[in-house]
């Protein structure tokens, strides 16, 4: 079994540690963790520390550090910008982006998106988004906790994207050429897909439309499935 990770706020500067709040609840009392047993601390800014439960109490535990690590900042970041799907899609989408290892998300509120982010219910959901990405990255034991972003507008979301998602691209992603350094900012449309005005406006910018394959993706899937091609070229996988 995989040593499991935890998020604190900062990691320990000493050798001795003790976890607790939620994630200290989390870790003795749901998954139980005893003494001898190993796990990770981290920060979500590339830091982690891997410690042993030296005692474990009601809701925390105590832990002597082993050792610490500091992962670099991935260059170049692999961001998309996600268009605002209904229900469920969306989080499935922030979940399985983050376990590929996606950098940044940018929410977008595309013409065709069913739903739209406004006012309260508009930050309710993108602290879902947050929470989600939170989750998945403790899940997938990352170094470094991706970012969640404001929704964009098209405009907004035009002025960073470099590649678009379409099905009638000719470009391919697999052949596509990429940036060696900053951002490569993938635009994903909603269940509508992207609007000829939203392609039109991206392409305006500079973006370039590409395709996976012949099949259409939903958009809970087209993300992670871009960016496991990305992740490839790259030499991340």
Same mark, same amino acid.
Do not use: C, N
């Given at each position: ?21 939620? *994630? ?5 009392? &749901?998954?139980?963790?005893? +003494?001898? *047993?190993?796990?990770?601390? /981290?920060?979500? =800014?590339? /830091?982690?520390?891997? !410690? ?26 692999? +961001? ?5 799907? =209904? /229900? ?10 983050? *376990? ?5 998300? +940018?929410?977008?509120? !595309?013409?065709?998106? &069913?739903?739209? #982010?406004?006012? %309260? ?7 879902? #988004?947050?929470?989600?990405?939170? *989750? ?11 970012? +969640? ?6 405009? %907004?979301?035009? %002025?960073?994207?470099?590649? &678009?998602?379409?099905?009638?691209? =000719? ?13 490569? !900012? ?10 000829? $005005? $939203? ?13 996976? /394959?012949? %099949? ?20 991340? #996988?």
């Amino acid at each position: 079994m995989s040593r499991p990770l935890f998020l604190v706020a900062a990691l320990p500067q000493g050798e001795s540690f003790t976890l607790d709040g939620p *994630e200290g609840h989390h870790a003795a009392t &749901v998954q139980r963790l005893r +003494v001898g *047993e190993e796990l990770l601390l /981290g920060d979500g =800014k590339g /830091g982690t520390a891997t !410690a042993v439960v030296t005692a474990a109490g009601r809701g925390t535990l105590d832990l002597r550090t082993i050792s610490i690590g500091y992962a670099d900042t991935p260059d170049p970041r692999l +961001v998309v910008i996600q268009g605002i799907a =209904k /229900g469920e899609r969306g989080e499935l989408a922030v979940q399985a982006m983050t *376990e590929a290892g996606v950098d940044e998300i +940018v929410p977008w509120a !595309a013409a065709r998106s &069913v739903v739209q #982010w406004r006012g %309260e219910r508009g930050d309710r959901a993108r602290e879902r #988004w947050v929470a989600t990405a939170r *989750e998945a990255a403790k899940q997938a034991r990352r170094p470094w906790l991706p970012v +969640v972003a404001p929704a964009a507008s098209t405009r %907004e979301a035009a %002025e960073r994207a470099t590649l &678009v998602l379409h099905e009638a691209a =000719k470009e391919r992603l697999t052949r596509v050429d990429l940036p060696a350094t900053g951002d490569i !900012a993938l635009v994903v449309g909603p269940e509508g897909g992207i609007a000829p $005005e $939203e392609l039109a406006t991206f392409e305006a910018a500079g973006a370039t439309p590409v395709r996976l /394959g012949d %099949e259409v993706l939903r958009t809970s899937t087209a993300g992670v499935a871009a960016l496991s091609v990305l992740s490839t070229r790259l030499g991340r #996988w």
